[in-house]
T-cell receptor
């Protein structure tokens, strides 16, 4: 158990819908990262927050947005869902920012868009 | 562009034998970190071993060790005394010190034959 929690575990929805994925980092960790793992694109970094502020952006679509709240939990919002958004979405957290800090991964949320 | 290449989509090894998984990366950065992650069927992403680029000594964690060749931009993982529980997808990942995101290889599926 990494100490990072993600809810829900599974999500099944229809095209065009909007969903919210939630992540609670390990106690004391200030950085949260979101990754997408899909069959065709592999693992991709989406976005990082540090203590409530956006720090880095990767291959995140405009239909996707995220935020980190004062209690440090983070939410990833996916809207106008398409079939290709079906993937496993991971959240990871680390104590600080920068390469030195290990990222601990949550169990992921499996999103299926029908 | 920073890329990570795992040229072996699948490897198999007899239980108790040794196997080496290959990884190469491309970067112009001088400070970075390299990782091997294991993803078993549960889909949990588990850190196996990490290597700091500034360290010449190869990292070792019990039965897992790496062969880090900085000039060749090569970072292979050796698993000794393979066990059935080692069966998983193994991902090589790179993170520059100047950036916060992990860049992933496509993964190698490791099969352990009893």
């Amino acid at each position: 158990d990494s100490g990072v929690t993600q809810t829900p575990k599974h999500l099944i929805t229809a095209t065009g819908q909007r969903v919210t994925l939630r992540c609670s980092p390990r106690s004391g960790d200030l950085s949260v990262y979101w990754y997408q793992q899909s069959l065709d694109q592999g693992l991709q970094f989406l976005i990082q927050y540090y203590n409530g502020e956006e720090r880095a952006k990767g291959n995140i679509l405009e239909r996707f947005s995220a935020q980190q709240f004062p209690d440090l939990h983070s939410e990833l919002n996916l809207s106008s869902l398409e079939l290709g958004d079906s993937a496993l979405y991971f959240c990871a957290s680390s104590a600080g920012t920068g390469g030195f800090y290990e990222q601990f991964f949550g169990p992921g949320t499996r999103l299926t868009v029908l | 562009a920073q890329t990570v290449t795992q040229s072996q989509p699948e490897m198999s090894v007899q239980e108790a034998e040794t196997v080496t998984l290959s990884c190469t990366y491309d970067t112009s950065e001088s400070d970075y970190y390299l990782f091997w992650y294991k993803q078993p069927p549960s889909r949990q992403m588990i850190l196996v071993i990490r290597q700091e680029a500034y360290k010449q000594q190869n990292a070792t964690e019990n039965r897992f060790s790496v062969n880090f060749q900085k000039a060749a931009k090569s970072f292979s993982l050796k698993i000794s005394d393979s066990q059935l529980g080692d069966a998983a997808m193994y991902f090589c990942a790179y993170r520059p010190d100047s950036n916060y995101q992990l860049i992933w290889g496509a993964g190698t599926k490791l099969i352990i034959k009893p």
